[in-house]
Each structure stands twice: as structure tokens, then as C-alpha cells.
């Protein structure tokens, strides 16, 4: 029973940093340093847009490129985007890895609560 309750509260911390990683990630691209100005015309960003829309309308339009060859999205936006934004790719990364986790922790909650039924399943 401790497990389940190790499990539960992972689950639950886990919830709570991507909740605020989201909130403090909305807020970065809110304050994105490009957004008004015409940096970055040279990829076609709209005043206001944020570096990261920018730089993946740029790649979209880019086309036609080999499978595998086209121009790498973190790179551009690392040397092109300004802080804020980069920061916020950083955040949706942590925020992915975050919820597979939720999803392993979600998967063995799940596992135990059958094996505490007896290994019944619904059908």
C-alpha cells in the first residue's frame, strides 16, 4: 500500500510543476523581446507574433525539403528567437517529459489497483 501512495503523491507533484511550468511558459511568450518589432523579417514574422511562431512558419513555409533535411527548429530558434522564447521551448520540453511521466505513474496506479482486484480485468 506505501507504493501506491509514493505513486500518488509523484503524480501529484508532478501535476502541480506542469501547472506552473504552463502558467510561467504562457507568460514568457506573452513577453516575448520580438513581438512589435520587425526583427526576424527576414523569415516573414508578423509584427505580432512571438519567435517561436515565427521560426516554425518560416521552416512550414520553407518547403519543398528532403525527408531529414529540414533546417533544425531549436537551432534557429536559439540563434534567432530572443530569451524569453527559448526559455519557453525549454519549458514545453520539461512539460512533455513531464506528462509521459504522468502517464507511467497513471500505468502503474493502474497495474496495482488490478492486482489488488486479483488480477481481475473489466471486459
Not at 500518488?8 to 507568460?27: F, G, P
Not at 521551448?89 to 511521466?101: A, D, F, P, S, T
Request: net charge positive; aromatic share 6%; with cysteine.
Amino acid at each position: 500500500m506505501e507504493k501506491i501512495y509514493e505513486i500518488a503523491k509523484k503524480h501529484a507533484v508532478n501535476s502541480q510543476l506542469i501547472k506552473k511550468l504552463k502558467e510561467d511558459r504562457k507568460k514568457n511568450l506573452q513577453q516575448c523581446e520580438n513581438i512589435g518589432k520587425n526583427s526576424l523579417e527576414w523569415i516573414g514574422k508578423k509584427e505580432d507574433e512571438n519567435c517561436l511562431v515565427a521560426i516554425h512558419e518560416h521552416i512550414k513555409s520553407s518547403a519543398p525539403y528532403e525527408i531529414g533535411d529540414y533546417p533544425d527548429y531549436d537551432d534557429l530558434l536559439y540563434n534567432f528567437g530572443c530569451q524569453k522564447c527559448n526559455t519557453a521551448r525549454q519549458q514545453k520540453k520539461k512539460i512533455g517529459k513531464l506528462k509521459r511521466e504522468q502517464g507511467r505513474l497513471h500505468s502503474a496506479m493502474t497495474n496495482i489497483g488490478k492486482s489488488l482486484l486479483g488480477g481481475e480485468s473489466e471486459k
